[in-house]
């Protein structure tokens, strides 16, 4: 198996449930430090509402302080093409542009059905392509929704294959309550690689159940070629009950072993997101966080 990239998305859908604002210069900081430990994607932030999700007010403020280098390694959640406006403003380049496959969630969280976000993609592409970026067509509640249950598949490939969704870069296909299992994702990776466009396939899992890495691996397995994880197992979504954190950046990368990723590189990790969630008030949940301040010192991959 191929190590698929990582996309760190701790700045945006791991810090949505805290409630908390980071200061701009500390997000500086943690892009930074992610970078430098050779973490090769994130997400930085999102255009929601901050009076909805206080704790990305400050994005566009983020995007600004960036350099072209590093906003190429970055993607900004978006939901309408005046968010990719505002994004592309700041610097922005890379546009993450999500709705939901369920209707009742995408009202929840985005104020409109579904077929209004679709109805609205082609403007979001041509605002992206203006830039000159790339845009993903992001599909939350791929898998489950917490209003509606078990979501159909052919929902997110007829989605995926509707020609208004023409022009996206990648598809993300979201775990976004963390209920499905390794032969789901298996299964709806491999039906939009065989059955869809082609675009490379971006998974983003949540481990509410305990199955984010499972999941991620089938994902892999099947065919995605990028894979999302915040710091610590941080996140989960305001709007989708029973949602919890997101799968351990940590934890994917001590299962898939990218060239890069070294006992340096982790013990990097560790180290940041000890800080972070110390500064949060928040649990750690990656378990290869935990192995690594275990006494087992014979192991390369501890922390002495």
């Known amino acids: 198996?191929?190590?698929?990239?990582?996309?760190?998305?701790?700045?945006?859908?791991?810090?949505?449930l805290t409630g908390k604002v980071l200061p701009t210069e500390q997000k500086i900081d943690?892009?930074?430090?992610?970078?430098?430990?050779?973490?090769?994607?994130?997400?930085?932030?999102?255009?929601?509402?901050?009076?909805?999700?206080?704790?990305?007010?400050?994005?566009?403020e983020l995007i600004a302080a960036l350099t072209p280098d590093e906003l190429a390694k970055c993607w900004v959640w978006v939901a309408t093409p005046r968010h990719i406006e505002k994004a592309a403003a700041a610097g922005a380049r890379n546009f993450q542009y999500c709705f939901s496959v369920s209707d009742s969630h995408n009202k929840a969280n985005i104020g409109r059905?579904?077929?209004?976000?679709?109805?609205?993609?082609?403007?979001?592409?041509?605002?992206?392509?203006?830039?000159?970026?790339?845009?993903?067509?992001?599909?939350?509640?791929?898998?489950?929704c917490p209003f509606e249950g078990a979501v159909d598949p052919a929902r997110v490939l007829a989605i995926a294959n509707d020609p208004r969704t023409d022009g996206a870069a990648d598809i993300v296909l979201a775990d976004t309550l963390g209920q499905a299992h390794p032969g789901q994702v298996s299964a709806l990776v491999s039906a939009v690689r065989d059955r869809t466009p082609s675009r490379r396939i971006v998974f983003h899992g949540h481990d509410?159940?305990?199955?984010?890495?499972?999941?991620?691996?089938?994902?892999?397995?099947?065919?995605?070629?990028?894979v999302d994880g915040s710091l610590g197992g941080l996140g989960g979504?305001?709007?989708?009950?029973?949602?919890?954190?997101?799968t351990a950046s940590?934890?994917?990368?001590?299962?898939?072993r990218p060239d890069w990723f070294t006992p340096a590189a982790l013990a990097s990790l560790v180290g940041l997101t000890e800080e972070l969630l110390a500064d949060l008030g928040?649990?750690?949940?990656?378990?290869?966080?935990?192995?690594?301040?275990?006494?087992?010192?014979?192991?390369?991959?501890?922390?002495?």
Do not use: H, Y
């Open 30 to 60: 943690v892009v930074r430090r992610l970078l430098a430990a050779g973490v090769p994607a994130l997400e930085i932030g999102s255009m929601a509402r901050p009076d909805l999700v206080p704790p990305m007010a400050n994005s566009l």
């Open 250 to 256: 940590e934890d994917i990368l001590f299962a898939t």
């Open 113 to 144: 059905d579904t077929e209004a976000s679709v109805a609205a993609m082609p403007d979001a592409i041509r605002l992206a392509q203006e830039a000159g970026g790339e845009i993903q067509l992001c599909l939350a509640t791929s898998f489950t």
């Open 208 to 226: 509410t159940w305990g199955m984010g890495v499972a999941n991620t691996l089938a994902a892999v397995t099947a065919g995605a070629t990028m």
């Open 282 to 304: 928040e649990p750690n949940r990656s378990r290869t966080a935990e192995g690594a301040r275990s006494k087992a010192a014979a192991f390369d991959w501890v922390i002495t």
């Open 237 to 246: 979504c305001p709007f989708a009950p029973g949602a919890s954190g997101n």
């Open 1 to 16: 198996m191929t190590a698929p990239l990582l996309r760190d998305v701790t700045l945006r859908d791991g810090l949505q």
